[in-house]
């Protein structure tokens, strides 16, 4: 088992390492299972793989989804027409390993988690090839039980260290956080902006005095200068919101995944 510290050498640890080791930074987009279906997002993540992305998010829907802002409500309730069972996204993970490599990791709230069973979310996850998942309501401190299942079946737990939280907190987060620390670039929902806020270098400052875990920041980042200014001070980027209102703006779902890469490559830098 994983020490507090260790990037460690699970399939997201792994990558971090392969980063650091070429001097390289983390591509992490964002996009919500299940919209527009789960075949589309089957399509989608090999193409983010291909684009240069180095671990996706994978968004479960929940019908309260309290740290999310209007872009990726929308998504989470397209999806939730489909009245997916939790199951199904597992499904769509599975069928995602047969063509990518690329890791994978959930993000959702403790509802669902819950109804569907810890352990049964577990087990099932990782015999699916996830790798993680970042549960945005459980906290460190209320997450025991949740953590040591997670970590009995070989799964990262990643959790959020936000501006508003003081050393001791994050203390607390970087023990009980494996795979890498989520840093939010700022206090409020998710939601894309025009520039990053200040308070993103002294809070993963504060994060980087506690652990030797990667540090990823999201929330907000929407074009290509703000995740090259995130990679100046972090070990990788997230991008939400901004690749999801890409996706909404339709058009012929067949061209979705190619142009969901054109948008990846540009935010990254990695060509045309």
Request: aromatic share 6%; net charge neutral; hydrophobic share 45%.
């Amino acid at each position: 088992m994983l020490e507090q510290g260790e990037t460690g050498t699970r399939r997201i640890g792994k990558m971090f390492n392969r980063l650091r080791a070429r001097g390289e930074k983390a591509f992490i987009p964002f996009i919500m299972a299940g919209d527009p279906d789960l075949e589309t997002t089957v399509r989608i993540v090999p193409e983010l793989e291909r684009a240069g992305s180095h671990i996706v998010e994978l968004g479960i829907p929940f019908s309260d989804p309290v740290a999310d802002g209007p872009v990726i409500q929308r998504a989470g309730m397209r999806a939730l027409r489909h009245a997916y069972a939790l199951g199904d996204y597992l499904g769509a993970i599975a069928d995602i390993r047969k063509v990518s490599d690329v890791p994978l990791m959930l993000f959702s709230y403790l509802n669902p988690v819950l109804q569907y069973g810890l352990e049964r979310l577990a087990r099932e996850a990782r015999a699916a090839g996830a790798d993680g998942a970042l549960i945005t309501d459980i906290t460190p401190e209320e997450g025991a039980e949740y953590r040591d299942c997670m970590r009995r079946h070989d799964l990262d737990c990643i959790f959020l260290a936000a501006p508003t939280s003081g050393s001791e907190r994050v203390r607390r987060i970087a023990e009980c956080s494996t795979g890498f620390i989520y840093v939010v670039s700022r206090a409020g929902v998710t939601g894309a902006r025009q520039e990053l806020s200040g308070t993103v270098r002294p809070t993963v400052e504060r994060v980087r005095a506690h652990t030797a875990l990667p540090i990823a920041v999201g929330f907000g980042i929407s074009a290509p200068e703000q995740v090259r200014s995130v990679w100046e001070i972090a070990d990788g980027a997230v991008v939400g919101s901004a690749l999801v209102a890409e996706m909404e703006k339709g058009g012929d779902a067949a061209g979705l995944p190619a142009r969901v890469g054109a948008f990846c490559r540009w935010l990254a830098g990695t060509g045309a």
